[in-house]
Every structure is written in structure tokens, then in C-alpha cells.
């Protein structure tokens, strides 16, 4: 396939990525943006730190894409990460599952209603629009970037990383050239975590009855 870049990720599966993806995958910044909310601000700096001290977000087990949960220096869950390339139909979705679904039954997978890979931004527009209406029944999410080793990457992403590392450890000098020495951020929805909230199969059941 002409302009296409073949890779292999963990789970040698080859992915298939356009060169506009790879390009727009290699240039993605490190910085999040600054938000008007002060207290989310604060929330995404102490995910970083917890990341960068070795508390990584824990991948949830349930649902149909990649989804994990993040936390403070504490180990204490503050919100859920869902990066845009583990979607249900992202090309690093770590459900085996899904994917055996998807090339299978491709008819009878996800939600139509939704663009594909666009489900991040869906979530935030949620919650931007509840916001407006003064609803207060999303938790805040707004779409940033985070980088973890227990996200899904692919293999050449990971060891070129691991080679970057070691390169600037023993050669420092050559190091300083390098634009980014960890793993590339993902690009997703970052939500709020809230407790002692209940999901919406448990108020959709009361009308069942």
C-alpha cells in the first residue's frame, strides 16, 4: 500500500499507519494546554508528577477500548484517561477482543452514530455541553495528552525509547539532540474520577421495573 507505514505492536499484529498519522503521532508536544479551570490544571500537573515518579494509570479491564485509571503521587485514582489510538476502532486497541470483533462481524461493531476514533472528543463535548446546561451530571473531561509506560504502544516506539535513554545516559552530549528522550504522549479524554456516583445501566434499569 502506497505511503503506508507497517509496524508491529506487543502484540505482533501489524498496523497499518498513513503517513499523515505517523507525522501528526511523531510532532504531538509534550505541554498540555493551559485550561480557564485552575483546579484541572492542577489535577493534570499531579498526574504527570505521579507518571513521572513511577505511579502509572492502571488499565481498566471493562469496556471496549483502552481506558485507565490515573492517580496522584498518593496512588490515589483522580480521573480516567482514555487515549484516541485505544478506541474501539483505534489502531493500538489492547482488546484482543474487540479486534477478533471487528475484522469478524465489522457490521455489528460499535456505535454507528459515533465518527470513528473521535470517541475522546464526544466525551468532552459531553461534558462541555452539560456544563452550559448546568446539568452537573458528567464529570468534568477535557481532551489532553499524557504519556505512561503501562499505555499501548508500538514496539518501535518502545524501543526506540529504551535506545534514546540509554544513549543519553552514556553519551549526554548527543542525548540534548534528541527532541523527546520518553515515550510519545496520547492525545484523549481526560475525566474527572468522582465517587459515590452510580453508572447509567443502574438509573436505566429502574424504568425496566
Known sequence: MSGDIFRQNS????????????KEYDSCSWENEEFDDPSFNELIKEAETAIDQGVYPTR???????????????????????????????????????????????????????????????????????????????????????????????RLDVEKSKAKKVVNEHFPKVGRKFNRLGLPPKKGSFQVFVENFKDADFHLRKFES
Open 60 to 154: 481498566i479491564y471493562q469496556g471496549s477500548s483502552g481506558s485507565y485509571f490515573v492517580k496522584n503521587i498518593e496512588g490515589k485514582t483522580i480521573g480516567v484517561f482514555k487515549p484516541k489510538d485505544e478506541e474501539p476502532y483505534g489502531r493500538l486497541n489492547p482488546k484482543w477482543t474487540k479486534w477478533m470483533h471487528r475484522m469478524c462481524c465489522p457490521c455489528c461493531f460499535g456505535r454507528s452514530c459515533l465518527i470513528p476514533n473521535q470517541g475522546y472528543m464526544s466525551e468532552a463535548g459531553a461534558s462541555l455541553v452539560d456544563q452550559k446546561l448546568g446539568l452537573n451530571v458528567v464529570p468534568i473531561t477535557k481532551v489532553v495528552k499524557l504519556a505512561s509506560e503501562t499505555f499501548n504502544y508500538l
Open 11 to 22: 502484540m505482533e499484529e501489524k498496523v497499518c499507519i498513513t503517513q499523515y498519522e505517523q
